[in-house]
């Protein structure tokens, strides 16, 4: 029996000639697996857009149908386009509603993410003793369900005299704000760069100024990110507004939010129905953050992954 001896360079063509001819098995078998997830994946998103679509375009259309239309067809193109109710919803109170939410929340979103950013900068550049269970502190927070403090959230907010007033309110969602907020910011500041930062403190910069002026236009993408969540969560913040906002006397003005609007504006229909009108004042909710969220989507998306891209 004689063995045939192949020269190395022959040999390695040989390879060379096998592999191209052919893909091995596991790869063949990671590329299907990996189209099947990938169908998947699309599928789902797929159904999900249209879970989340479908409902929107019922209620933007029905806002510009007649109460016999909205029967007779949910998602049928307006015959005759109505425009009365978006005024009579406005008139029926959705507009100090509207003004209300816009004052809490111009106060309640800077200071949650002046707040926010400012804990989260410490504990993830400046190591002393208890850091962690501070940062633990803070985060476990995030995982506290809002239902079991509602009870003693009412009687402190009621022993500072502060229920049914704005500035109640935007303490409580400072505080219910801010879990998410240092978790979010305290993980985009680790993943900048400390020379940076060795270099402001060489050049006699303040800790102050360092924050401020050097850290904080660094860490735009991550602010821009968790503003826009805290702005979401904040505007359509229900259990919140319900508790706290409601007038305590009868000479107490009424302070709702635009979430608890929306439940007023059913009520007061009674008997009477008038859909158009409350789709009207849900549309009037929905179109400023659909507005704030496709105008900002890049900078969600940058802030979002930067911190895993560096």
Request: no cysteine; proline share 6%.
């Amino acid at each position: 029996m004689t063995t045939v001896v192949k020269a190395p360079g022959e040999a390695a063509a040989e390879k060379k000639r096998a592999s191209a001819t052919g893909h091995p098995r596991g790869k063949r078998k990671s590329g299907s697996e990996g189209m099947v997830l990938n169908v998947f994946s699309h599928g789902f998103l797929a159904v999900w857009a249209i879970l989340i679509i479908l409902p929107l375009i019922w209620l933007v259309l029905g806002s510009f149908k007649t109460d016999v239309q909205i029967g007779e067809s949910a998602l049928s193109w307006p015959a005759n386009w109505h425009f009365d109710a978006f005024p009579r919803a406005w008139n029926k109170g959705i507009g100090d509603y509207f003004a209300n939410t816009l004052i809490v929340m111009v106060f309640s979103v800077p200071l949650t993410m002046l707040l926010g950013s400012m804990a989260a900068y410490v504990l993830a550049r400046y190591p002393f003793r208890g850091n962690r269970p501070i940062y633990y502190f803070f985060v476990s927070g995030a995982m506290f369900p809002v239902f079991l403090a509602l009870v003693p959230l009412f009687f402190m907010v009621k022993r500072l005299d502060m229920l049914n007033t704005f500035q109640g309110l935007i303490l409580v969602y400072v505080a219910y704000s801010m879990p998410f907020t240092v978790f979010f910011m305290h993980s985009f500041f680790r993943t900048l760069p400390t020379a940076v930062h060795e270099a402001a403190v060489i050049d006699g910069a303040s800790h102050t100024r360092i924050f401020f002026q050097v850290m904080m236009p660094m860490a735009k993408p991550g602010l821009i990110s968790v503003g826009i969540f805290n702005v979401l969560g904040q505007w359509n913040q229900y259990i919140l507004p319900s508790v706290l906002m409601q007038p305590q006397t009868g000479s107490d003005p009424e302070r709702y939010m635009l979430t608890q609007g929306l439940i007023q504006l059913q009520y007061q229909m009674g008997y009477e129905t008038d859909l158009p009108v409350l789709f009207a004042g849900v549309t009037i909710a929905m179109i400023p953050m659909l507005v704030v969220y496709l105008s900002f989507q890049r900078q969600i998306q940058a802030g979002l992954t930067s911190a895993t891209l560096k």
